[in-house]
């Protein structure tokens, strides 16, 4: 089955600093992989996906990188702020509407 | 435009109850999807429904756990006979119909079981 690993499970920077969280996937159907902020007693919150057609993508401090050789795909955070805080989830879909597998999750603390 | 719902926000049963998790998606949309989430780790799949259509219970442990997603009304998830194992949060989410971008899935703010 689908299985998704998740790196480093926590990550602590200084504000102002970039974070950089990794995900790499078993299944070679996969081609939809979103990710989600968790903030501690909330819902998941989307907060960029990309699908198998692009190698990247970027929204403001936000950008994801996929490899699909590689079968791996990492968020980027640029220029941290402390309301960045939180747990980061990678996950994967193999595209139409599909339950995902969640990566373990990446707790980022950042520093003030 | 209303996100997707969910209650209650809080259960709490005893071991041998039942319970009951409701699920109304956003508006326009008519996929479903059930997560279950344990303390400090990630959400994991436990069906997909389409309204009277369960499409995927390839996640559901296979006694106990019902789901189901009516022509009216929201979605349940109903858990017979609850363990303390059953304690988590439980997460649903949804996605518009096919013929528009299906994959991208709207969390509610879930449903944190407690089996006392």
């Known amino acids: 089955g689908e299985n998704v690993e998740q790196h480093p499970s926590t990550l602590s920077v200084q504000e102002g600093d970039s974070a950089v969280i990794k995900c790499t996937y078993s299944d070679s159907a996969s081609n939809y992989f979103p990710w989600y902020k968790q903030e501690l007693g909330k819902r998941p919150q989307l907060i960029i996906d990309?699908?198998?057609?692009?190698g990247e993508k970027k929204d403001q401090r936000i950008a994801v990188t996929l490899n699909k050789t590689a079968k791996h795909f990492s968020l980027h955070i640029t220029e941290t702020q402390p309301e960045d805080s939180a747990v980061y989830f990678c996950a994967e879909g193999g595209g139409g509407a599909d339950g995902l597998t969640f990566g373990k999750g990446t707790h980022l603390i950042i520093q003030p | 435009n209303a996100g997707v719902m969910q209650n209650p926000r809080h259960l709490v049963r005893r071991r041998g109850q039942e319970a009951r998790l409701r699920c109304s998606p956003m508006k326009g949309h008519s996929h479903v999807y059930w997560y279950r989430q344990l303390p400090e780790e990630g959400l994991k799949f436990m069906v997909y429904l389409q309204k009277e259509n369960i499409i995927d219970e390839s996640g559901m442990p296979k006694e106990r756990f019902s789901a189901e997603f009516p022509k009216e009304g929201p979605s349940i998830l109903r858990i017979q006979q609850v363990v303390r194992g059953d304690s988590a949060a439980y997460f649903c989410?949804?996605?518009?119909?096919?013929?528009?971008?299906?994959?991208?899935?709207?969390f509610g703010p879930g449903t944190r079981l407690t089996v006392l």
């Open positions: 990309i699908r198998s057609n692009v």
């Open positions: 989410a949804s996605s518009p119909p096919w013929g528009i971008v299906t994959d991208t899935q709207y």
